[in-house]
C-alpha cells in the first residue's frame, strides 16, 4: 500500500485521482475501502457467532429474518447515500470545496433528520411483521424491530459519513469507523449476550451503545477536527432548492434499495416455510457469504469516486479507463476468493453450528454463492459508473431486474423442483444475468454529468 497517500491533502489526493494511472490509483483508493469491507463483513459474522452460541438458532435466524425489514426503512439512507456520493464527488471534482462543504452539510443533516422521522414506522412493522410469521419466530421479531427504531438514524449518520469521506478522496476514513465499531460490537456483544444473556435486548443494546459512541466520534471527525474539509453547523438553514435537487437525485436510488429488501424479505418469506433450521441455514451462509460480496463491492465504490471526479472535471475518457481497470481488478479479487474460501467454507460454518441439518444446507448454499462473486463482481463496477455519472435511475431499473425479474421470479418458478435452494442458485442466476445484461447498457451510455447546474 503506498501508505504517502494517507498523509495527502485532499487537494494532492484529488490531483492524484486526476491525472495518476487509473489502475495504480483504483488499487491505492480500494485498499482502505476493501480492508473496511472486510472489517465490515465481520460485523454480521461477529453477531451471527454469538446468538448462534449464546442464544440459539430460533433468535438468531429472527434477527437474521428481521434484517430484511430494517433494510427497506435503512434504504433511504443508502440512496441518499447514492446522491450524495455522486454530487460531493462531482463537485470536489471541480474544486469547488466552499459548495462540497455546504452540500455534505445539507446531505447529513437531512439525512439524521429522516432517520429520527422513520423510527416510530420501525416501531409499526415490529407489529405488523410480526404477526406473519410462526409463533416461534414472533415474539423475537416483534421485540428485534421494534428496540431497532432506537439505532436508525445513527445508520443513516453513517452512510453520509461514508458518502463524505469516499467523494473526498479520503476512503480510509469510513474505515478506521468501521475498525472502532466492529471493536464496540464484540465489547458490547460479549456484556449482553454472553455474560448478562439479554438474547434478542441484548443484540439491540449492543448494537446501539456501539452506533452511539461510533455516532460521536464521526461528528468529531467532521465538524471539530481541524481539516481543510471541516464542516461546520454554524448559522445552519436548510437550503430547500438544494434538497430538492438532491431528493431527485436520491428517489429513484431509495426506491430501488427499497424494491431490493422488500425483495429480499419475500424470499426470506419463501425460506420461513422450510421452518426455523432452514432460516438459521440461510442467515448463517449469507453472513459468511457477505464478506465474500462486500469485497468486490469496495472497488464499486472506488470507480464511482473517481469517474463522479473525472466526470466532474470533463475527463470522459480517464472516466472510461476506470471502468474496464474496475472490472479487470473486481474479477481478480472475485477468483482470489474463491480459491481461498471455497475449501475453508465447512470449517467456518463450524463456528456458529455443529447441528448437522444446519451445517448441510450452509455448506450447500454457500458453495453455491461462492460462483454469483462473479457476476456481482462486474455487476457492482457497472453500477459504480452509473452513479459516478449521476444516472440514479439506473439503480432503481437494475434493482427491479435483478432481485424481482430475475431472482424471485426463477425462485417462484424452481422451488417446487429445488426446495430451499432454489433460494441460492437463484442468487446466481440473477447477478451473472444481470451483470451481462447491464453491461451493454454501458456501453451505450453517454460519459457526461446527468447532474446540471451543480
Known amino acids: 500500500m503506498n501508505v504517502k497517500f494517507f498523509n495527502k491533502s485532499s487537494e494532492e489526493r484529488r490531483n492524484m485521482i486526476l491525472s495518476e494511472k487509473v489502475l495504480k490509483t483504483i488499487i491505492i483508493l480500494t485498499i482502505p475501502m476493501f480492508m473496511m469491507g ?55 471534482g471541480k474544486g469547488d470545496i466552499e459548495k462540497t462543504k455546504h452540500s455534505s452539510v445539507q446531505i447529513l443533516v437531512l439525512s439524521f433528520g429522516i432517520g429520527l422521522l422513520l423510527s416510530p414506522l420501525c416501531l409499526i412493522l415490529s407489529y405488523i411483521i410480526s404477526r406473519g410469521v410462526n409463533e416461534e419466530l414472533s415474539v423475537h421479531v416483534f421485540e428485534y424491530l421494534g428496540l431497532y427504531s432506537f439505532v436508525l438514524p445513527f445508520l443513516f449518520m453513517a452512510a453520509i459519513f461514508n458518502s463524505i469521506k469516499n467523494g473526498t478522496g479520503h476512503p480510509e476514513a469510513p474505515f478506521f469507523r468501521m475498525i472502532i465499531l ?89 425460506v420461513v416455510k422450510y421452518g426455523s ?11 459468511i457469504n457477505s464478506i465474500y460480496f462486500v469485497l468486490p463491492t469496495s472497488v464499486g465504490t472506488t470507480v464511482t469516486t473517481m469517474i463522479s471526479m473525472n466526470i466532474g472535471n470533463g475527463n470522459s475518457k480517464n472516466a472510461k479507463k476506470v471502468f474496464y481497470y474496475g472490472i479487470l481488478f473486481s474479477l481478480m479479487i472475485v477468483f482470489s476468493i474463491i480459491i481461498i474460501f471455497t ?34 463482481g462486474i455487476f457492482t463496477v457497472e453500477q459504480g459508473v452509473f452513479i459516478g455519472l449521476g444516472r440514479t435511475k439506473m439503480p432503481l431499473l437494475t434493482g427491479i431486474m435483478r432481485v424481482w425479474l430475475l431472482r424471485y421470479i426463477f425462485i417462484i418458478f424452481t422451488e417446487k423442483y429445488l426446495g430451499v435452494y432454489s433460494i441460492f442458485w437463484g442468487n446466481l442466476f440473477s447477478n451473472c444475468m444481470a451483470a451481462f445484461i447491464f453491461f451493454f447498457f454501458v456501453m451505450k451510455v453517454k460519459w457526461e454529468s446527468a447532474i446540471k447546474d451543480l
Open 38 to 92: 472486510i472489517v465490515q463483513a465481520l460485523i454480521p459474522i461477529t453477531d451471527g457467532l454469538f446468538l448462534n452460541n449464546k442464544s440459539g438458532y430460533v433468535i438468531a435466524g429472527a434477527i437474521g429474518f428481521s434484517q430484511s425489514v430494517i433494510g427497506i426503512l435503512n434504504a433511504f439512507s443508502q440512496g441518499l447515500s447514492v446522491a450524495a456520493s455522486a454530487i460531493i464527488g462531482q463537485l470536489y
Open 182 to 270: 466492529l471493536v464496540f460490537k464484540i465489547v458490547f456483544n460479549t456484556i449482553f449476550l454472553s455474560i448478562l444473556n439479554l438474547g434478542v435486548f441484548g443484540a439491540v443494546s449492543a448494537s446501539f451503545m456501539s452506533y452511539f459512541l461510533i455516532g460521536i466520534w464521526m461528528y468529531y471527525d467532521l465538524f471539530i477536527k481541524k481539516s481543510d474539509m471541516q464542516l461546520s453547523l454554524k448559522n445552519f438553514r436548510f437550503d430547500f432548492e438544494f434538497i430538492k435537487k438532491t431528493m431527485a437525485l436520491a428517489i429513484p436510488s431509495i426506491l430501488s434499495y427499497i424494491l431490493v429488501y422488500i425483495g429480499f424479505f419475500l424470499i426470506n418469506k419463501e
Open 277 to 287: 433450521i432452514a432460516l438459521n441455514a440461510s442467515t448463517i451462509a449469507s453472513n
Open 343 to 376: 475449501p475453508l467454507n465447512p470449517y467456518i460454518v463450524e463456528l456458529f453450528q455443529k447441528n448437522p441439518e444446519i451445517t448441510t444446507i450452509t455448506n450447500k448454499a454457500l458453495t453455491i454463492y461462492m460462483y454469483s462473486v462473479i457476476g456481482f
